[in-house]
């Protein structure tokens, strides 16, 4: 099995920054084997969507609305990922949650909760 700890979330002005991080732990040949890890996003009252992703190799995908604003990025030799939020926006309030791609299977976090206040 695969465990992802996500940190860092809290409450933020808007305008600041926050920086979460995931740490994924569990069965080695598993954890060696990391596609994808990502960051989505669920606001109360609405579906859950993708916010950042990064491959492997490094290839990063943003939401449109974070693009600019958001930086994902991993370690590759720690297991760990991470979500750098500047310029945050009340719209950027939502639970944050981890998730990794180790094919064939999906895992996510428990999800930390990032509230932007005006």
């Known amino acids: 099995q695969v465990q992802l700890v996500e940190s860092g979330g809290g409450l933020v002005q808007a305008g600041g920054s926050l920086r979460l991080s995931c740490a994924a732990s569990g069965m080695i040949f598993r954890i060696n084997n990391i596609d994808t890890m990502g960051w989505y996003r669920q606001a109360p009252g609405k579906q859950r969507e993708l916010v950042a992703t990064?491959?492997?190799?490094?290839?990063?995908d943003y939401a449109d609305s974070v693009a600019g604003r958001f930086t994902i990025s991993r370690d590759n030799a720690k297991n760990t990922a991470s979500l750098q939020m500047n310029g945050a926006k009340p719209e950027d309030t939502a639970v944050y949650y981890c998730?990794?791609?180790?094919?064939?299977?999906?895992?996510w976090g428990q999800g930390t909760q990032v509230t932007v206040s005006s």
């Open positions: 990064i491959t492997s190799g490094g290839t990063t």
């Open positions: 998730r990794v791609s180790i094919p064939p299977k999906v895992y």
